[in-house]
C-alpha cells in the first residue's frame, strides 16, 4: 500500500507568515507523529498523536506552533509568525501503535522543506 | 532524557569492503531502530530490533538490550550504500510519555568505487 505522503515537498516564505504543513498516514495507522530535522539540532521530536488527541505535544518548540489531526487521519502541522530558525526540513511518521508497550515500527514520509526568508 | 551516542560519525569505504556501526543508548528501550537517508533525504526503514539479531541481504543488526548497544553490519559495499544511517529508540514502556522517537546523530557513510 501507500506510504507516508507529505505536502507540499517545498515551501518558501517570508519571515512573520504562516504556514501549514499537511501529513497522510499510513492507511490504518493510528499513531501519527512529527519530527524536525535541521543542521544544528539533528532530527527531533516535536507531537505525538493517538488517533486525533494528540497526548505529548513536549517537543513543540514554542507557541507559535500547532498541530491537529481529524478523522484519525489526515495532520496538519501550523507554524504561525514564521521565523527565520524555523527553517528545517519537517517529517511526518506513523505506526501501529496502540499502547505503550506495544510494537511500535515508524515509518517516515519524504518530508517538507520549510526556508523562511 | 535518554542518549543515543553513534560511532563513527564518519566512514570512508571502498566499494566492496564491511563495515560496522555502533548505537549506544544510555537507558533501557522498548523499540530500536535503523534507519538509511538517502542523498534525497528519505528515512529508509532498515531494521526494528528491540533485541536479537536480524538479517536482509547484505545488512545485518544485532541489539544487546542488557547491554545497552546495537550494532548495523554492512558487507560488500555499494555505491547505493552512501548516506547517513541513524539508530533511533523509544522507551514507551517506561512511562517516559509516548512513542516519539530519540534519535542519534547519525553514521554519515561514503562509498567510493
Known amino acids: 500500500g501507500a506510504g507516508v505522503s507529505q505536502s507540499p515537498s517545498n515551501k518558501v516564505t517570508e519571515k512573520g507568515k504562516d504556514v501549514e504543513l499537511r501529513c497522510d498516514p499510513i492507511?490504518?495507522?493510528?499513531?501519527l507523529y512529527w519530527y524536525r530535522q535541521s543542521l544544528g539540532q539533528g532530527l527531533e521530536f516535536l507531537i505525538y498523536?493517538?488517533?486525533?488527541?494528540?497526548?505529548?505535544k513536549s517537543g513543540l518548540p514554542s507557541d507559535r506552533f500547532s498541530a491537529e489531526r481529524t478523522g484519525g487521519s489526515v495532520s496538519t502541522l501550523t507554524i504561525q509568525r514564521t521565523q527565520q530558525e524555523d527553517s528545517a526540513v519537517y517529517l511526518c511518521?506513523?505506526?501501529?501503535?496502540?499502547?505503550?508497550?506495544?510494537?511500535?515500527?515508524?515509518?517516515f514520509g519524504p518530508g517538507t522543506r520549510l526556508t523562511v526568508l | 532524557g535518554i542518549q543515543v551516542e553513534q560511532s563513527p560519525p564518519d566512514l570512508i569505504l571502498q566499494e566492496g569492503a564491511n563495515s560496522t556501526l555502533r548505537c549506544n543508548f544510555s537507558?533501557?528501550?522498548?523499540?530500536l531502530q535503523w534507519f538509511h537517508q538517502n542523498p534525497w533525504g528519505q528515512l529508509i526503514n532498515l531494521f526494528y530490533?528491540?533485541?536479537g539479531t536480524k538479517q536482509n541481504g547484505r545488512l545485518s543488526a544485532t541489539t544487546v538490550a542488557t547491554e545497552r548497544y546495537s550494532l548495523l553490519y554492512i558487507s560488500s559495499s555499494q555505491t547505493t550504500d552512501s548516506g547517513v544511517y541513524f539508530c533511533?529508540?523509544?522507551?514507551?514502556?517506561?512511562?517516559?510519555?509516548?512513542?516519539?522517537?530519540?534519535f542519534g546523530k547519525g553514521t554519515k557513510l561514503s562509498v567510493i568505487p
Open positions: 537507558d533501557s528501550v522498548n523499540n
Open positions: 530490533i528491540p533485541s
Open positions: 498523536f493517538q488517533g486525533n488527541s494528540a497526548p505529548d
Open positions: 533511533a529508540v523509544d522507551q514507551s514502556y517506561s512511562g517516559a510519555g509516548s512513542y516519539q522517537l530519540t
Open positions: 511518521a506513523s505506526s501501529l501503535a496502540s499502547h505503550l508497550g506495544s510494537y511500535n515500527e515508524q515509518f
Open positions: 492507511s490504518g495507522h493510528t499513531a
